[in-house]
Nanobody, 119 residues
Framework: QVQLVESGGGLVQTGGSLRLSCAASGRTSSTAAMGWFRQAPGKEREFVAG????????YYADSVKGRFTISRDNAKNTVYLQMNSLKPEDTAVYYCAVAPASSRAYDYWGNGTLVTVSS
């Protein structure tokens, strides 16, 4: 099992920045990738960004490319999401997720942290 705890959400004005953190604990040695997803009110959960644990290759949703940056600290089992130039449409609950090597699917999820961007 893997436990995930997100932090760093809050209220920010349009154009502002926030950095989200996600600390993983438990059986983290077999992590293949970690990612960030978000769910806005009335919408389905969508992928935001991901990072491979070995090698650090990153990938992003088109809607956040050039504005968001995902990074990791392997020693701390922590992944970050730096969000710049925030827009009201970025308002959502942001979830961290882990894909273990055994499944390569996002099997473990945090409880989420709310990001609100005011116009």
């Amino acid at each position: 099992q893997v436990q995930l705890v997100e932090s760093g959400g809050g209220l920010v004005q349009t154009g502002g920045s926030l950095r989200l953190s996600c600390a993983a604990s438990g059986r983290t040695s077999s992590t293949a990738a970690m990612g960030w997803f978000r769910q806005a009110p009335g919408k389905e959960r969508e992928f935001v960004a991901g990072i491979y644990w070995s090698g650090g290759r990153t990938y992003y949703a088109d809607s956040v490319k050039g504005r968001f940056t995902i990074s990791r600290d392997n020693a701390k089992n922590t992944v970050y999401l730096q969000m710049n130039s925030l827009k009201p449409e970025d308002t959502a609950v942001y979830y961290c997720a882990v894909a273990p090597a055994s499944s390569r699917a996002y099997d473990y999820w945090g409880n989420g942290t709310l990001v609100t961007v005011s116009s």
